[in-house]
Structures are given as structure tokens and as C-alpha cells.
């Protein structure tokens, strides 16, 4: 026995309208929802095209106020170039200074600077045991798989400010 059989023709009839309904009401979602995204992902290209979100390397940010003044062995922590970009400054024994970005190339976590280890010190992400070199952010211990990307700076006369930023790997141009 099938539905037909056993429902009053009207019923059948305005069944089949519920079901064409929300198969009609179903394809307009997925195009509105398909559309919305689509609108979405357009607006985030152009807004990074746009160059709206700095990222280390691309050279754009404004420089910004790191320090009044770092002494030898002494760190910072700070944003650069965007205020969700974590970065350490520090001061060498011999009184280098640099900076990095201190999210660890491996799995992200902090970068710390351990003044006390080796000549120098060092850059050491506690997570996976990570090392690097203070003197060029390379990697000398442990599972990242890249340099620290460096933070440039400048010591003036107010203080140390961070003008701009090298991708990991990057040297002085
Ligand atoms: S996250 Fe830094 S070593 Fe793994």
C-alpha cells in the first residue's frame, strides 16, 4: 500500500508542496550562505592585498617606541608591527642589540632571552626546548624548522624603536 492509497488526495497534494517548499527554501539558504562566504573571503583578500594587516617583512609599519634604553644582558618584550605580533628585544654582553619576533618557528609558543647561557646568551622556547642565536635569530638547538624573523631597530636619542621587520631567514637588504 502506498501513501497515495492510504491519503486523501488533498493531503498528498499539499505534502508534495511542503517538500518542494523546503527543497526551494533549502537551495536559497545554501546560495545566500555560499554567497555570504564568498563576500567574505573577497573582502579579506583585498583587505590583505591592501596591505590593512602588517606582517614581519613587509616593511609597512610605523616605528614604534620599544625602550628608553636596554643595559647589557637586559630584554623587552613588545609588539611589532601589529599589536597581536609578539617580539623581544635585548642587549648583549658586548651591548648588541636586537630584536625578533618571539613566536617560536615551530609550534608558536614564547620565545624567551636567557641572558646567563653561553657567551652571549641566548633565545631559548621552553615548549620543545628551541634555541637560537641572539647574534642572527638562526636555529642551534632543538625542532624549529627556521630563524626567529628579526625586528630592526634603531637607537636614538629618546630611545630603542623597532622600524621594520625581516622574514625569517632574511638578511639586511
Ligand atoms: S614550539 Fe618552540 S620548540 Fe616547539
Redesign the pocket.
Known amino acids: 500500500m502506498t501513501i497515495d492509497e492510504q491519503a486523501p488526495a488533498e493531503s498528498v497534494e499539499q505534502l508534495r508542496e511542503r517538500i518542494a517548499a523546503d527543497s526551494l527554501t533549502s537551495r536559497r539558504d545554501y546560495l545566500r550562505l555560499a554567497v555570504t562566504v564568498s563576500g567574505g573571503l573577497a573582502v579579506g583578500t583585498a583587505a590583505v592585498a591592501s596591505g590593512l594587516f602588517h606582517r614581519h617583512g613587509d616593511g609597512t609599519a610605523a616605528p614604534k617606541l620599544v625602550a628608553e634604553r636596554l643595559e647589557p644582558g637586559q630584554s623587552v618584550a613588545f609588539s611589532y608591527p601589529g599589536e597581536e605580533d609578539r617580539a623581544v628585544a635585548l642587549r648583549m654582553a658586548d651591548g648588541t642589540l636586537a630584536a625578533y619576533s618571539s613566536v ?6 614564547a ?1 624567551l632571552w636567557r641572558a646567563g647561557r653561553g657567551e652571549q646568551g641566548e633565545l631559548y ?6 634555541v637560537f642565536d641572539p647574534r642572527t635569530g638562526q636555529v642551534t638547538a ?3 624548522p627556521r630563524p626567529l624573523p628579526r625586528v630592526l631597530l634603531e637607537e636614538r636619542g629618546d630611545g630603542i624603536w623597532a622600524v621594520g621587520t625581516l622574514r625569517s631567514g632574511q638578511e639586511r637588504a
Do not use: N, Q
Open positions: 617560536c618557528t615551530h609550534l608558536a609558543c620565545v622556547c621552553p615548549c620543545h626546548e628551541g632543538g625542532p624549529p
